[in-house]
C-alpha cells in the first residue's frame, strides 16, 4: 500500500529511506505537477530548490525531469539556498510557486518538500489538500521516465534576494557603530548569506560551522540556546555584541546577546516590532499564532494598532502580510517577518535587523528588553512538550474538548480554540495546548507576568495534562 502524503503546518516530511523515498518523492513531485499545470496551462514554471540535506541534489534533478514531463517548466537553483531566497525568487521571476526540498529544523535523518504559491507564501489548507488528491491518483508505472531529458535553467536566487535586504536592514548603521557580529549558519542553507552581505558593507563577521554537513553536527540543525556554545564561544575571541544564528533552511532564527545569553524568540519579535514602529514610521499591526507572547498585544495597545492572532502555521500570517495588515508578523517557534518583506519566514532578515537595533541603540538585548518591560510589562512565556502515553492520550483528548471555568485555583476569562486549547486567566497569564499532528505529544505554553508565577504555571500546565 502507497504511503499516504500529508502536508502539514509547513509541507510534508519524513525520514529518508522510511517514508521519504525516491518512489513517493516522485509520487508527490508528479502531483505537484499535475496541480500546477491544472491552474495553468500556459507555459507554467516552478522554482526547484533544496537546503544542503543528503540526496538534495538527487532530488532536484529528479523532480525537474518529473515537471518538464508534465509541462512545468523547472527553474534549478543549483546551490543549496534559504527558504526565504527562494520565497523572493517566486516573486521576482513571477513563477507559478516553487517546490523546496528541505525539512528546516527537523533532525538529519528527516527530509521534505514544501510547496510554496506564486505569491512566495506557504501554501494554504485548500492548496495542498487539492496537491494530496492529486498525489494520491499517480499511478507511477503509467508516467514513464519521458522527463528525464527534459532541458532545464539553472537560476541563482542569491542577488536580487540580498540586494532586497540590503534595502530593507539599514547596514550602513550597522558599519557605522563598529560593532562586530558572529554568524553562525548551523551548516545549513544560509552560508554566504548574512555574513557575505555584512562584510561587503563593511561590517566585521566572523562565521562558524560554514561548511556544508549533511548531518549537521550530529543533531537537528535548531538554532536553541543549548546548541550555540560555538557561536558564543566565537563571540568571546571576537568581542562580538551579537550572535545570529539560522536553522537548516535558515527560515527559523536564534540571537544571543553580547553577554552569551540566549534571546528567546517570543522577545525577539516583540523586541523588533517595538523597534520598527519607533524607526520605520509604519502605522500597521501585528500578527502573531495564538501560543505566541502577549507582549505584543500590549505593544499594539500601547501603540493603538490592530492585534492578529492566528493558528500556528506561517501561511495565516503571509496572508496577513500580502495585505499589508502587519508591520511584523511573526511565531514563538523562530519564525518572523516584516512589512513589505516575502510572505514566508526569515531567519536571516531577523538576525540584520537584531543587529541594526543593537547598532543603532548602542545597548545590549537584555537591556532593551528590559526597557521594554517597563514600557509594558513584563512577560514570561514558557513552550514545553510532553509524551503521551496512549491511555493519558486518549483521556487528554478528550478534556480538551472542554470548557474548563477554574485552572489552578485561578478564574478562566477566557477559552479560545483558534488552535488547541487556550486559556486565558483573570490576571493575565494564559496557557494552551497543542497536539502534534504526528507523535503522541502535546505542546504546551504558558506565559505569566513574573519569573515566580511562571514556574508555578507552568507546573500546573503540566499537572492538568495528567490529572
Not at 30 to 38: D, H, K, W
Not at 274 to 294: C, I, P, Q
Not at 338 to 345: A, D, Q, T, Y
Not at 421 to 427: A, F, N, S, T
Request: some cysteine; glycine content about 10%; charged content about 25%.
Amino acid at each position: 500500500m502507497a504511503t499516504q502524503i500529508k502536508f502539514g503546518t509547513s509541507g510534508w516530511r519524513a525520514i529518508v529511506a522510511d517514508e521519504f523515498t525516491m518512489e513517493n518523492v516522485r509520487r508527490a513531485v508528479t502531483g505537484i505537477g499535475r496541480y500546477v499545470a491544472s491552474r495553468n496551462p500556459n507555459n507554467p514554471k516552478l522554482l526547484v530548490g533544496r537546503d544542503p540535506r543528503f540526496m538534495g541534489e538527487t532530488f532536484v534533478a529528479e523532480a525537474a525531469g518529473i515537471l518538464g514531463h508534465h509541462g512545468v517548466k523547472p527553474l534549478v537553483i543549483p546551490e543549496a539556498a534559504p527558504t526565504p531566497a527562494i520565497a523572493y525568487g517566486i516573486v521576482t521571476r513571477k513563477t507559478d510557486g516553487s517546490i523546496n526540498f528541505t525539512a528546516s529544523h527537523n533532525p538529519p535523518e528527516y527530509n521534505g518538500i514544501k510547496f510554496s504559491t506564486p505569491d512566495g507564501a506557504p501554501a494554504l489548507p485548500e492548496v495542498t489538500k487539492a496537491i494530496e488528491q492529486e498525489i494520491a491518483a499517480v499511478n507511477l508505472s503509467a508516467t514513464g521516465d519521458s522527463g528525464k531529458n527534459v532541458s532545464m535553467e539553472e537560476v541563482d536566487v542569491r542577488p536580487p534576494y540580498l540586494k532586497r535586504l540590503a534595502e530593507l536592514v539599514d547596514l550602513g548603521a550597522i558599519k557605522k557603530s563598529g560593532i562586530k557580529v558572529v554568524f553562525d549558519p548551523f551548516w545549513g542553507a544560509a552560508r554566504g548569506y548574512s555574513d557575505v552581505l555584512l562584510r561587503e558593507n563593511g561590517v566585521s563577521v566572523a562565521t562558524v560551522h560554514d561548511y556544508r554537513d549533511v548531518l549537521f553536527g550530529g543533531h537537528a540543525p535548531e538554532p536553541e540556546g543549548k546548541l550555540l556554545d560555538e557561536c558564543r564561544a566565537k563571540m568571546k575571541e571576537t568581542g562580538a555584541a551579537i550572535g545570529i544564528c539560522t536553522d537548516g533552511d535558515a527560515d527559523r532564527f536564534g540571537i544571543v546577546d553580547r553577554n552569551g545569553t540566549f534571546i528567546q524568540p517570543n522577545y525577539v519579535i516583540a523586541l523588533l516590532f517595538n523597534y520598527l514602529l519607533e524607526t520605520r514610521g509604519w502605522r500597521t499591526g501585528v500578527g502573531k499564532s495564538v501560543a505566541t507572547t502577549n507582549m505584543l498585544n500590549a505593544i499594539a495597545e500601547k501603540n493603538k494598532l490592530e492585534l492578529h492572532e492566528t493558528p500556528v502555521g506561517f501561511k495565516y500570517i503571509g496572508e496577513l502580510i500580502k495585505q499589508d495588515k502587519i508591520t511584523i508578523g511573526g511565531e514563538e517557534s523562530a519564525g518572523l517577518t516584516i512589512r513589505g518583506h516575502v510572505p514566508e519566514k526569515d531567519g536571516i532578515i531577523a538576525g540584520l535587523l537584531c543587529c541594526e537595533m543593537v547598532a543603532t541603540r548602542k545597548k545590549t538585548l537584555q537591556e532593551l528588553l528590559g526597557e521594554l518591560f517597563g514600557k509594558v510589562g513584563s512577560f514570561y512565556p514558557v513552550r514545553e512538550n510532553f509524551r503521551l502515553t496512549p491511555e493519558v492520550k486518549e483521556k487528554f483528548t478528550r478534556k480538551v474538548t472542554t470548557d474548563p471555568t477554574d485552572f489552578s485555583g485561578r478564574k478562566v476569562a477566557k477559552v479560545v480554540r483558534t488552535d488547541g486549547l487556550k486559556l486565558v486567566l483573570e490576571d493575565g497569564s494564559w496557557v494552551a495546548y497543542r497536539m502534534s499532528g504526528t507523535e503522541p505529544v502535546v505542546r504546551v505554553y504558558t506565559e505569566a507576568r513574573s519569573e515566580g508565577d511562571s514556574a508555578k504555571l507552568s507546573e500546573a500546565a503540566k499537572q492538568w495534562v495528567l490529572q
